[in-house]
T-cell receptor, first 114, second 119 residues
Framework: GNSVTQMEGPVTLSEEAFLTINCTYT??????LFWYVQYPGEGLQLLLK?????DKGSNKGFEATYRKETTSFHLEKGSVQVSDSAVYFC?????????????FGTGTSLTVIP | GAVVSQHPSRVICKSGTSVKIECRSL??????MFWYRQFPKKSLMLMAT?????????EQGVEKDKFLINHASLTLSTLTVTSAHPEDSSFYIC???????????????FGPGTRLLVL
């Protein structure tokens, strides 16, 4: 079946530190992979995505590369800011004859301190 | 870990009928629940935020009279699509939030989604 596993938090970093949030997946077929961000009190927002192997998604300084050989989609940012404090969700979208469906990780809480 | 279920997983209905989708937190109490909609080939769109015992907060552009949300208990929220039309056909996902302990942030758990097809 399909599933997403992401590293548990919470993660606390100092401003300008390097961020990595690990995400691995299991899937049948060729899924698309996503990172969503949820700021306090708000719903999910799409952060970045990759639709096929070796694609790199990037947005707002965040990057993630779709690695089929390691079934991973780790989120990275070279220098975090206080405003990046949020919860980050890795997600997979599978495709089938009956439609497509999302599978989400449980989320990783990030707190960036000045 | 915490589990969120949705029922039904798939539903086909005729135009003009109403459809109710249930979102349940199975082993925890959820203070807030979110409803999302996924348009074809697009990402999730937040529809509304519901808090137990109070009215839902709808996102801009979402018709509150068409998408009725009831969060009657800490384990159940329902989304009713009233007078459904083909353009309402979509994939609806709910998530349930649990406040973090010791100052930690809220954790969100997602349901598996409900696919609605309106003929």
């Amino acid at each position: 079946g399909n599933s997403v596993t992401q590293m548990e938090g919470p993660v606390t970093l100092s401003e300008e530190a390097f961020l990595t949030i690990n995400c691995t997946y299991t899937a049948t077929g060729y899924p698309s992979l996503f990172w969503y961000v949820q700021y306090p009190g708000e719903g999910l927002q799409l952060l970045l995505k990759a639709t096929k192997a070796d694609d790199k998604g990037s947005n707002k300084g965040f990057e993630a590369t779709y690695r089929k050989e390691t079934t991973s989609f780790h989120l990275e940012k070279g220098s975090v800011q206080v405003s990046d404090s949020a919860v980050y969700f890795c997600a997979l979208r599978s495709y089938s004859n009956t439609g497509n469906q999302f599978y989400f990780g449980t989320g990783t809480s990030l707190t960036v301190i000045p | 870990g915490a589990v969120v279920s949705q029922h039904p997983s798939r539903v086909i209905c005729k135009s003009g009928t109403s459809v109710k989708i249930e979102c349940r937190s199975l082993d925890f109490q959820a203070t807030t629940m979110f409803w999302y909609r996924q348009f074809p080939k697009k990402s999730l769109m937040l529809m509304a935020t519901s808090n137990e015992g109070s009215k839902a907060t709808y996102e801009q552009g979402v018709e509150k009279d068409k998408f009725l949300i009831n969060h009657a208990s800490l384990t159940l929220s329902t989304l009713t699509v009233t007078s459904a039309h083909p353009e309402d056909s979509s994939f609806y996902i709910c998530s349930a939030g649990v406040p973090g302990l010791a100052g930690l942030r809220e954790t969100q758990y997602f349901g598996p989604g409900t696919r609605l097809l309106v003929l």
